[in-house]
């Protein structure tokens, strides 16, 4: 099984043990990290769905993003916690960023910001993630994953 498999399982233990459920808002990753978690162990169970907003319109109006670079701290920050509020879910995670080969708001390819969201708070991490656009998904989704496992310690 590959790492986001494992991880994805991972959460779905976390998830089912404690009750919890858990969404996702996605742009660079367009359904990835939705897709890893839907095909872990009784999904249907925790999984509330997930958000694909690609567009600058659809995260400004559907999750709240205000007006700010979408690839940013703040962008991911709203991200996260706009699809938990619209999915009412326990746990949350968004991702933003610019998987290339240009540049996007000023980012870099492969610039990645991450958001986890709960009713314990909510933080955001960056990343640079160097390589073809293939690449820098799978890591994004690799990343967010953990995010979610690490955010999910103090549920239990």
Sequence with gaps: MSDTGELASAL??????SGRTIAVAESL???KISAALGAAPDSAQ???GGLVAYSTEVKRKVLGVPDVPVVSETAALAMAAGVRSLLDADLAVAVTGVGGPDAQDGEPAG???LAVDSVYGSRARHRQFDGPPEDVLARTVETALRML???SDPLD
Excluded: K
């Design 149 to 151: 496992v690490e955010a």
């Design 29 to 31: 990753t367009c359904g």
């Design 12 to 17: 779905a233990r976390i998830a089912l043990r």
């Design 46 to 48: 925790w999984l509330r």
């Design 111 to 113: 610039s990645v910001w």
